[in-house]
């Protein structure tokens, strides 16, 4: 019983000192996070990489500037093939690793991408990496925390610590990912809206007639 204790309280004590440690970065203007004491930050000409340890994992966040060339969204739908597509491309970079748990979510007011990433180097070595993709017109921010599995029930709280940190400005608003609002309309609702105005058309007809042939007799 006195190990449980212990492990229990080296567990929380370990969380309390990684929120204590960890310390808000501003990855541009618009962007901030929190990373562990003594990260490292690459600038290239496109990308800003910055990179740390935790006490459990790892984290690494990206900002990549899209080309300037680049032409604004359209709709939501551009922006979900975006995201599709940049978690393809994670995955292909990866050598083999499956895309798990891929799903939607929101970070401030924008639309985001979150997954994990489950790599096997066929050892017996599983390593776990957790994605959060947004995406702007401007530039595409990645941020990822990976662990091995054999820390998957320590993580948690270093993680949430993690995650939770992410700060948008409230200048970014959703016309900043794609132009309209408006959601393109189901099928089920296109056919829905065809056979009622079909409908009506045919209750016109059959009235106009009716009272043609009224007035003749």
Request: hydrophobic content about 40%; overall charge positive; some cysteine.
């Amino acid at each position: 019983m006195k190990e449980i204790f212990l492990s229990l309280a080296i567990i929380l004590f370990s969380a309390a000192a990684f929120c204590q440690l960890i310390k808000p970065v501003k990855i541009d203007s618009l962007v901030t996070v929190s990373l562990p004491p003594g990260y490292q930050h690459k600038d290239t000409l496109s990308q800003q990489v910055f990179t740390g340890n935790g006490l459990y994992g790892y984290t690494e966040v990206i900002r990549a500037a899209n080309p300037k060339n680049t032409a604004p969204l359209k709709k939501e739908k551009d922006l979900n093939q975006v995201l599709k597509d940049y978690v393809k491309g994670i995955q292909g970079e990866s050598g083999g690793g499956s895309a798990q748990n891929v799903r939607d979510t929101t970070i401030g007011t924008l639309k985001a991408k979150i997954f994990t990433l489950k790599t096997d180097d066929g050892s017996g070595n599983i390593l776990f990496r957790n994605f959060i993709l947004v995406y702007t017109t401007e530039a595409t921010y990645t941020f990822e925390y990976g662990y091995q599995d054999n820390r998957k029930d320590l993580i948690r709280d270093e993680y949430r610590s993690f995650v939770n940190s992410i700060r948008l400005s409230p200048e970014l608003q959703r016309n900043d990912q794609y132009l309209s609002n408006s959601k393109t309309m189901s099928l089920n609702k296109q056919i829905a809206i065809a056979c009622g105005a079909a409908l009506i058309i045919i209750v016109v007809i059959v009235l106009i007639v009716r009272r043609r042939r009224a007035k003749r007799r």
